[in-house]
DNA sequence: CTGACTGCAAACGTTTTGCACGGTA
DNA sequence: TACCGTGCAAAACGTTTGCAGTCAG
């Protein structure tokens, strides 16, 4: 059980009672797009607005209290800051992990082959979950 | 200087002024944006429609004769169908650039650590080009 | 000649904005 | 109390759809 009052301040953003069910619901959730965290957050507020979802979740991410992941294909999803990391998604179920991968090498590659100079890397792998590549 | 009626009709996409130069500006430039695309096919028609630059594109990523890439923080872009590769992109001008990355031990940590069945992969670094990093 | 393509306008879904009210610090 | 957050409604934006006329095969 996290304190996220202490956590919203530390990004200088107000503790509200809305701010704490997005906050709770993406970090039980792991990764939510705007639907699933609007469904849930009109569960616990009998008059949650979609506006008031859009405006904390774009505040958050200028904060970086969120992160949003953009996957090929399928809605962006939004997820805690947290180490760079890779992410697997299931392209039945839509459900999405992460996951380590060293990219150094990568890296690399772009170093000796191109002038880039890299700021940061986006890898998703899409395919089935375990549970539903046996379906 | 391609040929683009023999690959249109390749995949099974009739041939029109409209899909000839939508296949020649996205082959010149690489990779397009809609609003791009739509802004150079102004200058060849005097009435192109926008459902038009849609309809054709929809109908050639369902054709395989092009790809969509989805890039993070960035407008899609749209490429001929090639083999699999990575991409660059620059966060300051925003152009995108292929590079061949070797992504085989990453499969396979996948494969390793999780139950995941891979189909495919999508790997964006961003970062500052050769231009923009100097300036 | 027939079905497919084009262009226009309207519709649609998603995200943003403006404003009045209410709540946080 | 002063400012920020919320909720509602309207607006803005990108994309899709329906239809009538035109064109490719």
Known sequence: ?????IILKEHDLKVTPQRLAIADIINVNGHVT????????AKKFDS????TIYKNINLMLKNS????VSLPQVKNVYELT???HSHLVCSKC???EDIDID?????????KTTE?????????FNGLCIDCKDN
Chains 1, 2 share one sequence.
């Open 65 to 68: 209290f969120i992160q949003e």
């Open 94 to 96: 839509l459900r999405v």
């Open 103 to 111: 990219l150094d090498s990568s890296f690399k590659t772009v170093t």
């Open 82 to 84: 947290k180490a760079s």
């Open 48 to 51: 949650i607005s979609l506006a």
């Open 116 to 124: 880039f100079s890299i700021d940061s890397a986006s890898l998703v």
């Open 1 to 5: 059980m996290m304190n996220y009052s």
């Open 34 to 41: 705007i639907d699933f965290l609007y469904a849930l957050m």
